[in-house]
């Protein structure tokens, strides 16, 4: 910041809106904040705190952050032209201190008799935020197999994708659709021939962007070993390997119903 000062600003920090931004590191929120406290220029600095005052003192009910114009242009028609920096630290202190996100003070608040919110009874519940959306769900069956020597099969995940490069007990393709049935899954059955025996419950894990849902079926290798892809190892050295979460999850399952 310094260089940026000295070559494009002549060594004199700026004091306009402009200026500031085009500092590296500086967006709209920290350029306002600076013309107000440190230079004493009209500006409007949001931040979530004045988000909220604003949104319960006008009783913005729309929610956010589709609502971030509306409140900014409450905020603007209130900053004074002069003492601009005291006020804008004040509104800052009101919101970290007073007009907190949960249990208001409202009894300390100086703008209690103006709060529109308030006096609707509903200061709690703003600012409203958007609902999020549903996760979609998607679904699969998990082969937990072992072979003679109580091995446990797993295999190595495409490097490419999600939990790319980790180990994984085999799968069906995980989809969004109904819960897939054994008859229809064998396909995909990490070796031919075996008895599987479904168990009961559900697997449940949260990714980021989806809710995964995982059936286990559970069968024995008649041999030892087997299968070009598969990479056997014993019960005590599966935290060696790198089993994301999930399929600890269903390892765990397995374990739990008698695999």
């Given at each position: 910041?310094?260089?940026?000062?000295?070559?494009?600003?002549?060594?004199?920090?700026?004091?306009?809106?402009?200026?500031?931004?085009?500092?590296?590191?500086?967006?709209?929120?920290?350029?306002a904040a600076i013309l107000a406290i440190a230079f004493d220029k009209p500006a409007t600095a949001m931040d979530g705190n004045v988000e909220r005052v604003m949104a319960r003192l006008h009783a913005v009910t729309d929610p956010?952050?589709?609502?971030?114009?509306?409140?900014?242009?409450?905020?603007a028609s209130l900053v004074p032209a002069r003492r601009s920096g005291d006020y804008t630290q004040a509104l800052f202190d009101l919101g970290a201190t007073i007009c907190t996100p949960r249990k208001p003070r409202c009894i300390l608040c100086p703008w209690t008799a103006a709060c529109e919110a308030r006096k609707q009874g509903i200061a709690e519940d703003l600012p409203a935020k958007t609902a999020k959306a549903a996760k979609p769900t998607r679904r699969a069956l998990a082969f937990v197999l072992t072979d003679a020597r109580g091995h446990v099969a797993l295999r190595r995940r495409p490097e490419k994708g999600l939990l790319g490069g980790m180990m994984e007990v085999p799968t069906t393709p995980w989809e969004a659709a109904p819960a897939p049935t054994l008859a229809a899954s064998r396909p995909h059955a990490?070796?031919?021939?075996?008895?599987?025996?479904?168990?009961?419950g559900l697997v449940r894990h949260t990714f980021t962007h989806f809710e995964f849902e995982i059936t286990v079926v559970a069968g024995n290798a008649a041999g030892t070993g087997g299968g070009t892809d598969l990479i056997w190892v014993t019960p005590d050295a599966l935290g060696d390997e790198a089993l994301p979460t999930v399929m600890l999850k269903i390892l765990r399952h397995a374990l739990a119903k008698g695999a």
């Open positions: 910041m310094a260089v940026a000062v000295a070559g494009q600003h002549g060594g004199r920090f700026p004091d306009t809106e402009e200026g500031l931004l085009s500092l590296p590191g500086i967006g709209a929120y920290t350029a956010l952050p589709g609502s971030k114009p509306i409140l900014r242009a409450h905020a990490p070796l031919a021939g075996i008895d599987w025996k479904p168990l009961p």
